[in-house]
């Protein structure tokens, strides 16, 4: 069974920190990628940030970089994302997500099969 759960979303104002925690079950976790997307009101979802279990990899979007920190605790079964400077525009549900292979690239919500429930993230000016 997979099982992926997110915690750690709330209210911040801009400038502020929050780290989101992904616990997921051990197949999830051991899984080729996972990652992390938000939706905003009325948007698409977009991508965020992904960490590869293989060689631990990273990628992430530009409008994140610098700023956001993923990163995974085997012990635990758990992927975080550490979110600093953060800004009004990254309000939005966040997402994780897994997947066993890739079929375009990281960044497409359409190659994870398997998602959380979300996290809200609110960032006040």
């Known amino acids: 069974q997979v099982q992926l759960v997110e915690s750690g979303g709330g209210l911040v104002q801009a400038g502020g920190s929050l780290r989101l925690s992904c616990a997921a079950s051990e197949r999830a976790f051991n899984m080729y990628v996972m990652a992390w997307f938000r939706q905003a009101p009325g948007k698409e979802r977009d991508f965020v940030s992904a960490?590869?279990?293989?060689?631990?990899?990273?990628n992430y979007a530009v409008s994140v970089k610098g700023r956001f920190t993923i990163s995974r605790y085997s012990a635990k079964n758990t992927m975080y994302l550490q979110m600093n400077s953060l800004r009004p525009e990254d309000t939005g549900v966040y997402y994780c997500a897994a997947a066993e292979y890739l079929s375009r690239g990281s960044a497409y919500p359409s190659d994870y099969r398997y998602w959380g429930q979300g996290t809200q993230v609110t960032v006040s000016s």
């Open positions: 960490l590869y279990s293989s060689d631990g990899n990273t």
